[in-house]
């Protein structure tokens, strides 16, 4: 396999960091929203309401910030492939699959465009009948977003997934520091469970979700930190990839 050369791999890791404290900004910044803005709406007449009030307001209350988190991992995901691939490239390589396969299935998933769409339709449909129909439509797209549908939850289960199996191996890995590695263990397991508990307890999956919060508040900055570390490193291979 051909060597990456150093300058190019202190790229990669420059983005990679980069792309972790954008993810810890944008999960304030969602977290503030839902306190300043209000939950997800639960129906679907809710949320046409709310995008016709209010562009901006409709997309952060659609959960479209998760949207740039999760996109944020193109970033990150090949960082640490290059970080932790001589550590264990076997994990490395399918953990980073995963995270490319998760993060493409929630771009077909997610609703925004989709409901926004539906809510000027609603607001020009000129008779009842076919705000009934765009009703409907509508309530079938929420059944098929990321929170419901087969292909969100299995998503959900790659993408905590490859954060567990990449803690796992940053443990073995001087590159990165403990902490870190437990907070992504602890932040990716936690919602790894609420993943998978979801369709069965989703009242039980919120409240594990909210225990999860505060490790991702941890894991992306200290990621983040030990990415720009490496990519300080000017023509240091990380330990474990000499």
């Known amino acids: 396999m051909a060597q990456i050369a150093p300058s190019e791999r202190r790229r990669f890791y420059r983005i990679g960091g980069a792309a972790a404290w954008l993810q810890i900004i944008v999960t304030v910044v969602t ?6 803005l209000g939950a997800r709406p639960t129906d679907v007449e809710e949320f046409f309401t709310v995008y016709q009030d209010n562009l901006l307001v409709g997309l952060l209350r659609d959960d479209f910030a998760s949207l740039v988190i999760i996109t944020l991992y193109l970033g990150t995901a090949p960082a640490l492939y290059l970080a932790l691939k001589r550590v264990d490239h076997t994990v490395a390589f399918f953990a980073t699959l995963f995270t490319l396969i998760a993060v493409v299935v929630t771009f077909s998933t997610h609703t ?10 609603y607001a020009a449909a000129a008779t009842p009948a076919g705000q009934s129909q765009l009703l409907a439509a509508g309530q079938a797209v929420l059944a098929s977003d990321i929170w419901n549908s087969t292909a969100g939850y299995m998503s959900g289960i790659l993408l905590q997934g490859a954060g567990v199996l990449i803690a796992l191996v940053m443990l073995r890995s001087s590159d990165f520091g403990r902490l870190t590695a437990y907070a992504g263990l602890l932040a990716n397991g936690i919602d790894l469970l609420q993943h998978v508990l979801h369709p069965f307890t989703p009242s039980l999956s919120a409240i594990i979700l909210y225990a999860a919060g505060p490790f991702y508040l941890l894991w992306f900055p200290l990621m983040g930190r030990d990415l720009l570390r490496l990519a300080r490193q000017t023509g240091v291979a990380p330990a474990g990839e000499g």
């Open 31 to 36: 977290v503030a929203a839902a306190f300043a």
């Open 112 to 121: 925004g465009f989709t409901m926004l769409h539906l809510s000027r339709e």
